[in-house]
């Protein structure tokens, strides 16, 4: 069965340190993949995503994902992290064969040490 | 450009109880889901409709969610009776169709049974 897995539940970083969340997944084909943040008591917000064509992709507030097939993983970057960014991450993943279904992980939720 | 409306944002009920919700898409977006986001979880997939017709509800519990579209635009997801396992953040989102486009989320609706 398609799977996403955010093996991190929580990590911390101090501010201005830089940021890997990983995100791995299972499904047959390559999907379309996506990183989405979530703030408290607000919705949704894609970050960047990857459907084709360069590995590493672009996303907004300065982050970036690469893909890579042979680990099935699309971890999310950022060289330098702000308070800000204290939030939880999502990474999803889009099935081709399914409509399109999003299959999402459980998350991880970013700390900010001042 | 507004984004996806959805009220109420919070709703304190009792076990057995019914409740609703309501969500209007961005204008122009035919594709509208509802997800069910669990503490602690990513959001499950509960119904997707294109236009006013389903594409996948095959993980609403249909014994008690219900969902509709009509004319295509605003939608609703009534529970009856509710359960205290229920208790989710209720999210919806809409988009263009496709899956190789962004699907923008409204704010949620926090339902806590009780």
């Known amino acids: 069965a398609q799977s996403v897995t955010q093996p991190d539940i929580n990590i911390t970083v101090s501010e201005g340190a830089s940021l890997e969340l990983r995100c791995n997944y299972s499904y047959g084909a390559t999907p379309y993949l996506f990183w989405y943040v979530q703030s408290p008591g607000q919705g949704l917000q894609l970050l960047l995503k990857?459907?084709?064509?360069d590995t590493l992709v672009q996303g907004i507030k300065g982050f970036e994902a690469e893909f890579k097939r042979s680990q099935s993983s699309f971890n999310l970057r950022k060289p330098s992290v702000h308070w800000s960014d204290a939030a939880e991450y999502f990474c999803?993943?889009?099935?081709?064969?399914?409509?399109?279904?999003?299959?999402w992980g459980a998350g991880t939720k970013l700390i900010i040490k001042p | 450009e507004a984004g996806v409306a959805q009220s109420p944002r919070y709703k304190i009920i009792e076990k057995r109880q019914s409740v609703a919700f309501w969500c209007n898409p961005i204008?122009?977006?035919?594709?509208l889901y509802w997800y069910q986001q669990i503490l602690g979880q990513g959001p499950k997939l509960l119904i997707q409709f294109q236009n006013n017709g389903v594409v996948d509800d095959s993980q609403l519990p249909k014994d008690r969610f219900s969902a509709e579209r009509l004319k295509g635009v605003d939608s609703t997801l009534k529970i009856q009776p509710a359960k205290l396992e229920d208790s989710a953040v209720y999210l919806c989102?809409?988009?263009?169709?496709?899956?190789?486009?962004?699907?923008?989320f409204g704010q949620g609706t926090r339902l806590t049974v009780v």
């Open positions: 204008s122009g977006h035919a594709t």
């Open positions: 989102a809409s988009s263009l169709p496709g899956g190789n486009t962004e699907a923008f």
């Open positions: 999803a993943v889009g099935l081709l064969d399914s409509n399109y279904q999003l299959i």
């Open positions: 990857y459907f084709s064509g």
